[in-house]
């Protein structure tokens, strides 16, 4: 059964436990068809599964790291050129403009190459052409990783077309995102931290990933936790999710949440910054086209499970996200009242 999720509460008040994230051998030992299984099973009871034996090269997620760590280790006058985020670019602290703060600073690029090339002069000014093909060389490559869990994903949902889910990512037009998360190593130490009863601070708050799936190689510093509902306490709980710089975890977004009528979901998650090595985090958040509409598939709508959200284009969703705080619950806004669910009608995915 899909865990149930609802915001937490004060930062350290939360039970801190290890070991629930499902790990999945993308080199399929047992076939492909155990492989969909068990990645359903991981996203709709977990929301996020740890991929390893993942055939991204190591070279491209090494030659991001590079390019990235220098850019951020540059003087803040110079990384300033390129923000502040509008949303795209760099920024520091805030988060959004909704008075959200963190401990860090961080990129946001469109994964676009002609975006990515016009950030670029602004980056890494002395061979712009060079932060590009590597940034291009990286999306490249997280993109492919992502098609293949959508495809996996949707032959374990049994859909009519397997490749509805991946289509979406692939379009030309397609609004994914790259994101590289830099976290400074925090002021308080492990020791500060019992003296002041446990309380770390926060690197990235509480929230869930508004896409469709995301896609995040870290270095090996922790702080990432997921939010989950532990049936036996009553509570929910945060989970640690120890770094390992070989995987990549991947993650539910909240548009995938939509698409499968709830039944895959879009985990809570957040980063504390509580150790004393920087961590380095890239994300690639992999997006519908800005006019697609997102509506629940019909395989997932059914008498027993009627249509929980009202079809929406990834354009209006990301209009209503923008004027939120991180930690709200965006598909709230797009649920169906009780009663006026429709069993019947669902298309695939769609562009439109
Ligand atoms: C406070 C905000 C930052 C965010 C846009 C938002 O209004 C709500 C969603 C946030 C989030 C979380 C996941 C990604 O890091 C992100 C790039 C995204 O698509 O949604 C951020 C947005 C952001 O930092 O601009
Ligand atoms: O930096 C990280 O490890 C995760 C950050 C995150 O969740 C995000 O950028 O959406
Ligand atoms: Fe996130």
New binding site residues.
Partial sequence: MAPEWRAAAAVPAAVLCQGRIPTVDLSAPAGRGELSRQMVRACTERGIFKAVNHGVPPRATARLDAATAAFFARAAPEKQLAGPPDPLGYGSRSIGTNGDVGELEYLILHTNPDAVAHKAKAIDWKDPARFSEVVNEYVEVVRQLACQVLELLGEGLGLSDPTSLSRLITAIDSDSLI?I?HYPPSRCTAGDQLKSGGGASIG?GE?T?PQIL?V?H?NDVD??QVLLHDVAAGEDVWIQVPPDPSAFFINVGDVLQALTNGTLVSIR?R?MASTNRP?L?T?YFAAPPLHARITALPQTVTAGAPRRYRPFTWAEYKKAMYTLRLSDNRLDLFHIGDGDGAVAGGDDADHE
Avoid: E, Q, T, Y
Wanted: aromatic share 6%.
């Fill in positions: 994101r998360n990235f929230h990933d995301s995040l870290a702080g990432l998650h980063v961590r985090s994300i």
